[in-house]
């Protein structure tokens, strides 16, 4: 039961353009969104995040959009650059009602590859 | 800066093995978690713990075992290690309160052959 789903395995981008990565979940309990990204050979690292009250969040070049009656995030990387390329995760977590824990629940990865 | 410290960058061990892989975390936070990250199939969680002596079953616990003894080490057990568990596996804590992000290790790549 993939709560969180990232369907394209990879995204292969030219430098200074735009990259989406796309993202959908399935519980509605969810509300606090994150992605991470992650090198070969390095734990992931937090990149933004966006809570289920807001539909976009912005840092930098990197945006988060959230579209809640589609259950469906996205983030994008304007512009691409080189050394962006890395694995990209989404995650969830349910706040509201949920355990003190903090577990988060990770989508599959998406590779993105920005090209020179 | 805060820290999350696995022990070994990488693994080589043999069937039928026990296995410990550890981890520290020097930011005095209460939850910890060990994931396993396999290609097409993301971040699956093992195991976590929300303090001391305690501990919850993930999402694919069996095959694995955990141990908190102190605050800041969460120790991942393979009590009987397989090929199928060839993986990368991560380390991550996090605090109380409102922070829901975590702070992983650098992970560790073990082979089982």
């Known amino acids: 039961d993939q709560q969180v789903k990232q369907n394209s395995p990879s995204l292969s981008v030219q430098e200074g353009r735009i990259s989406i990565l796309n993202c959908d979940y399935t519980?509605?309990?969810?509300?606090?969104f994150l992605w991470y990204k992650k090198y070969p050979a390095e734990g992931p690292t937090f990149l933004i995040s966006?809570?289920?009250?807001?539909d976009k969040n912005e840092d930098g070049r990197f945006t988060v959009f959230l579209n809640k009656s589609a259950k469906h995030l996205s983030l994008h990387i304007v512009p691409s650059q080189p050394g962006d390329s890395a694995v990209y995760f989404c995650?969830?977590?349910?706040?509201?009602?949920?355990?003190?824990?903090?577990?988060?629940?990770f989508g599959q990865g998406t590779i993105l590859t920005v090209h020179p | 800066d805060v820290k999350v410290t696995q022990s070994s960058r990488y693994l080589v061990k043999r069937t039928g093995e026990k296995v410990f892989l550890e981890c520290v975390q020097d930011?005095?936070?209460?939850?910890m978690f060990w994931y396993r990250q396999d290609p097409g199939l993301g971040l699956r969680l093992i195991y976590f713990?929300?303090?001391?002596?305690?501990?919850e079953k993930g999402d694919i616990p069996e095959g694995y075992s955990v141990s908190r003894e102190k605050k800041e080490r969460f120790s991942l057990i393979l009590e009987s290690a397989s090929t199928n568990q060839t993986s990368m596996y991560l380390c991550?804590?996090?605090?109380?309160?409102?922070?829901?992000?975590?702070?992983f290790g650098s992970g560790t790549r073990l082979t089982v052959v």
């Open positions: 991550a804590s996090r605090g109380g309160g409102r922070i829901y992000g975590y702070t």
């Open positions: 519980n509605s309990m969810f509300d606090y």
């Open positions: 966006i809570s289920s009250i807001k």
């Open positions: 995650a969830a977590i349910q706040r509201a009602g949920g355990t003190s824990y903090g577990k988060l629940t």
């Open positions: 930011m005095d936070h209460e939850n």
């Open positions: 713990s929300y303090d001391v002596k305690m501990k």
